[in-house]
């Protein structure tokens, strides 16, 4: 009842001009987030080379990589749902109806997205033993456990892409409007009752617990490095050269990390709440009334996931001198070949 009086309320504001919805479309995904997009690829991959030639001597490396390749995953599923949801893509010349597609992709798109919120708590959280236990940090994360760390966290999230994808099966289906038969997907009769239990995770506990995460280990840090700055200004010359050096790093790695935390939590929370009204209203779904404002919503989503997995590699360029240094290493071998 309480979902049909909310969907009744819906029906009676959300009156949204069929003509605005497509141009606001074509400008978020064929032009706007095709773009940064591509921009963020190549970003990334020149992120992954970067730590790449600085080497893992230390985890932090380790988990920035991890962190480059979940982006970089996010961004090429962007790419493909884009090339599908492109107006000028001929349906009728497809194997598969369009939003059947977007079904496959979208988790694969969302298992990315679980993976870079884990992989950058966890560079919080090792940020945190770096100011915490600065004398025993080398011997906690060292570039093992941070493999070890970041392949399970991959591994226990392909769930992501598994437990959707067990729950249909593709088989064909003749289609009167286009005179032709496609590969059509079927669900499962448990599908709507497990989904449900999906969505509530996928929206509500996941987002939340990295949320929480991210919001503790930043608490940590910055109490941390404040009441060390703090410690520092009692027992040392305040002219002296060594406090100041110490100061600019410690601000650069509270920007970076807050920077890097402040972005996904802006981006995850919207998505979650997307995730969730799918679940809940019959009608936000593919063949549903309200299918277009969620077209709508979505193309604002993943223009905020590409904006946030393409700037990374310029806040690693702004805030990290050897990243810096290693980039235009990079740039003049590029230039003599």
């Known amino acids: 009842m309480n979902n049909s009086l909310a969907s009744s309320k819906l029906k009676q504001i959300l009156i949204i001009d069929q003509i605005l919805i497509e141009v606001i479309l074509t400008i978020n995904l064929t032009i706007l987030t095709e ?92 940020r945190c033993l770096c100011v915490v236990l600065p004398m025993k940090v080398k011997l906690l994360m060292t570039r093992r456990v941070a493999t070890v760390v970041n392949i399970s966290i991959f591994v226990a999230l392909i769930v992501y892409v598994i437990l959707p994808n067990s729950l249909v099966y593709v088989g064909s289906k003749y289609l009167p409007n286009f005179n032709r038969t496609f590969a059509y997907v079927y669900y499962r009769e448990n599908r ?14 996941v987002p939340n617990l990295i949320i929480l995460m991210l919001m503790v280990f930043t608490a940590i840090l910055i109490t941390k490095l404040k009441s060390n700055s703090e410690w520092r200004h009692r027992v ?70 590409a904006i946030h997995c393409s700037v990374t590699s310029i806040i690693y360029f702004k805030m990290s001198s050897k990243y810096r240094e290693v980039f235009y290493q990079m740039c003049l071998w590029w230039k003599k070949r």
């Open 236 to 305: 040392s010359n305040p002219q002296s050269r060594g406090k100041n050096s110490v100061n600019y790093k410690e601000r650069n790695a509270i920007a970076m990390l807050v920077t890097m935390s402040g972005i996904y939590i802006v981006c995850v929370i919207p998505r979650s709440a997307l995730t969730l009204a799918d679940g809940l209203f019959e009608e936000m779904k593919a063949g549903g009334i309200y299918f277009d404002l969620n077209k709508l919503v979505y193309s604002f989503l993943i223009l905020f996931e």
């Open 35 to 126: 773009a940064i997009g591509i921009v963020g690829i190549v970003g990334n991959v020149i992120s992954i080379l970067n730590f790449r030639k600085q080497g893992y001597k230390d985890g932090i490396n380790v988990t920035l990589t991890a962190l480059a390749f979940s982006d970089l995953g996010m961004l090429i599923t962007h790419q493909v749902i884009l090339q599908i949801l492109n107006p000028w893509l001929d349906e009728s010349s497809l194997v598969m109806l369009k939003p059947q597609m977007l079904l496959f992709v979208i988790y694969v798109n969302d298992f990315f997205n679980r993976v870079s919120g884990f992989v950058t708590a966890c560079a919080a959280f090792e």
């Open 192 to 205: 709507e009752a497990v989904m449900n239990i999906y969505y509530l995770v996928n929206a509500l506990f």
